[in-house]
């Protein structure tokens, strides 16, 4: 992680070590990564806001107090050198850098203030400065650098009347929204939070939803989902959410230290994410039917709930189950009784 506490433990000292092993492990497996910047040091903190009270961060490697920095100058400086080191621009590099990192996320989750624990302490306005702030730092020091903000914990109410005021005034401060949700909703809140990015000045603006974990417990008056039902669920929530407008979703689900959905849930994600991964276009046909242009020509539908082809497809089409079983069937007759990948060739 990205957290100026472990990097400039003491004022004016960078220690890169932890950092550097963790890139060159990510990057050995050859994954993208989304920096997310802890803005908080102790030191700093203890600067103007030593008299007030030390809080529960919900990470134990975070600082006491998490304001907003105190010392501009030197947050400016830290992140400046932080992104320098990762940009890949053959200047002041981190030795043995295989490629660039072009992704930052500013904090994460500030509405989280109380309950399960502290992220941020502040208030939206605090918030908006400091990522308006970061935006401008990143992009001086890296121009094809994109900033997200941090993850907006759902779609609750608390949650929105944080970031209702920032979004109203963020415009040009960030490059990508980003949504969680983390047990919450059956597609991650993304076409909510699409309306919501829309509603606040930001229908240019792509979104990632970058926690998604699948909701697990039973509905009111309901037995829990059985491990099947999951698989269903992930093929249904996934393909919603990229229909809905989501750009990338991370998968939480194996690695959700509770256990997460299971393996048939897992199988079904990586099933749908080797079929549609790399859609070129999404589209949400109904409340149970979405489409995915590829970029090799071939459409890919995602049906359920007894849905069917559009009138336009004829002939045989091959089908694959949300529990990966093939097969073949008649365009014109064909309906989802449960969910399937439809491809259609060029």
Not at 46 to 65: A, F, N, T, Y
Not at 145 to 167: N, S, Y
Not at 199 to 226: C, F, K, N
Request: glycine share 8%; hydrophobic share 40%; aromatic share 12%.
């Amino acid at each position: 992680m990205f957290l100026w506490s472990e990097i400039e433990r003491s004022q004016g000292t960078y220690n890169w070590m932890w950092v550097d092993l963790n890139v060159m492990d990510w990057q050995a497996d050859r994954l993208a990564v989304l920096a997310t910047v802890w803005p908080f040091t102790s030191w700093d903190q203890q600067s103007c806001h030593g008299d007030d009270p030390e809080i529960q961060p919900v990470l134990w490697e975070l600082p006491r107090r998490l304001f907003a920095p105190c010392d501009k100058a030197a947050y400016r400086d830290w992140l400046t050198a932080l992104v320098e080191r990762y940009d890949g621009d053959g200047v002041d590099d981190m030795p043995g850098l295989a490629y660039p990192i072009r992704h930052w996320e500013i904090a994460n989750e500030p509405a989280m203030q109380g309950g399960h624990g502290y992220f941020f302490q502040g208030t939206s306005a605090d918030y908006l400065e400091l990522l308006a702030t970061s935006a401008s730092i990143i992009r001086t020091a890296d121009p094809e650098a994109l900033v997200l903000t941090g993850g907006q914990a759902g779609m609750q109410p608390e949650f929105t009347d944080f970031w209702r005021p920032v979004l109203l005034e963020a415009g040009g401060s960030f490059d990508i929204g980003n949504i969680h949700s983390i047990g919450s909703d059956a597609s991650f809140f993304s076409a909510p939070y699409r309306a919501f990015l829309d509603s606040t000045g930001h229908a240019d603006i792509p979104y990632w939803v970058t926690e998604a974990l699948l909701p697990t417990m039973p509905a009111p008056g309901q037995r829990a989902p059985t491990p099947d039902q999951l698989a269903r669920d992930t093929f249904t929530g996934f393909a919603s959410a990229l229909a809905d407008g989501a750009d990338r979703i991370f998968n939480v689900g194996p690695h959700d230290p509770t256990g997460g959905p299971g393996p048939e849930s897992d199988a079904a994600f990586e099933l749908l994410a080797r079929s549609i991964g790399g859609f070129s276009s999404a589209l949400r046909l109904s409340p149970s039917s979405t489409r995915f242009d590829l970029p090799d020509g071939t459409i890919t539908y995602v049906l359920w709930d007894g849905s069917d082809l559009p009138a336009d497809v004829t002939g045989e089409v091959m089908t694959t189950r949300y529990d990966g079983a093939t097969g073949t069937a008649d365009a014109s007759t064909f309906r989802a009784d449960v969910p399937t990948l439809v491809s259609v060739s060029p």
